[in-house]
């Protein structure tokens, strides 16, 4: 039975930071399944950012270098470090294996406000 738990969410000033953590159980195969994807109040949910297999990390144009992911292997466990936050970045963020059918966590709230 795969799991993904999202961690670290929270209320933060604009300008602020956070990490988000999602830890994987199960057999998701490659730590680069995970991907982690937001929704914001009255919006679709949109893709975030991703590793694709190689390594190398991927994220959405609208964030302008502003996230960073990381990984530790060894815990299944996927980051996502938030910087210089903006009132736009507010949403439930989530983590997913396997795409859109697949498999999702409960999501972690991000509000940035002052």
């Known amino acids: 039975q795969i799991q993904l738990v999202e961690s670290g969410g929270g209320l933060v000033q604009p300008g602020g ?3 988000l953590s ?3 159980s199960g057999q998701i195969g490659s730590i680069y399944n995970i991907k982690w994807y937001r929704q914001s109040p009255g919006k679709q949910r949109e893709w975030v950012a991703r590793f694709w297999s190689d390594g190398t990390p991927q994220y959405a144009d609208y964030l302008k270098g502003r ?3 990381s990984h530790e292997n060894a815990k ?4 996502l470090q938030l910087n210089n936050l903006k009132p736009e970045d507010t949403a439930v963020y989530y983590c997913n294996v396997f795409g859109e059918s697949g498999y999702w966590g409960q999501g972690t709230q991000v509000t940035v406000s002052s």
């Open 17 to 19: 930071s956070l990490r």
């Open 22 to 24: 999602c830890a994987a």
């Open 76 to 79: 299944k466990t996927m980051h």
């Open 67 to 69: 996230f960073t992911i």
